[in-house]
C-alpha cells in the first residue's frame, strides 16, 4: 500500500474518534452542570475540535489525492468524503476504501 494510502487510514481512524470524542464532549456539556469536567474543560475541548478541523480537511484532501490517482468514479469519491462526516460510519468508510486500494478494482473507472 502507497505512502498516501497509509496516511488516508491513520488520519481517518484519527479524525473518526476525534469526531467521537467532540460529539460526547458537546453532549456533556450540554447535560450536565456548570461544575462537570465537560464543562471545566470546554477550553481544552475547544483546541481538540480545532484540531480535528483541520484533521478532517487533510482527510478530504487525501481523499482527493487517492480520488485522482486511482481514478475512483465521482460517486465513490464523494460518498467516502460524505461518509466521513458520520460517527462511526467514517470506520466503515475507511475500510471500504482502502479494500478498494487493496483490490485496485472497486469503485474505479475501467481503464479501456
Do not use: C
Not at 456548570?34 to 471545566?40: E, K
Not at 480545532?50 to 481523499?63: D, K, N, Q, S, T
Not at 467516502?80 to 478498494?100: G, K
Amino acid at each position: 500500500m502507497s505512502r498516501t494510502a497509509t496516511a488516508y487510514r491513520v488520519v481517518a481512524w484519527i479524525v473518526g474518534l476525534n469526531l467521537i470524542f467532540v460529539i460526547t464532549a458537546w453532549i456533556g456539556q450540554l447535560t450536565t452542570d456548570g461544575g462537570s469536567w465537560w464543562n471545566r474543560n470546554a477550553s481544552a475541548i475547544t483546541v481538540v475540535d480545532m484540531v480535528h478541523g483541520y484533521l478532517f480537511m487533510g482527510l478530504l484532501v487525501l481523499i482527493a489525492v487517492l480520488a485522482r490517482r486511482h481514478r475512483w468514479n465521482p460517486f465513490f469519491t464523494i460518498t467516502t468524503a460524505l461518509f466521513a462526516t458520520i460517527p462511526l460510519v467514517s470506520f466503515w468508510a475507511e475500510r471500504r476504501a482502502s479494500a478498494t486500494l487493496e483490490r485496485g478494482v472497486a469503485g474505479t473507472v475501467s481503464k479501456e
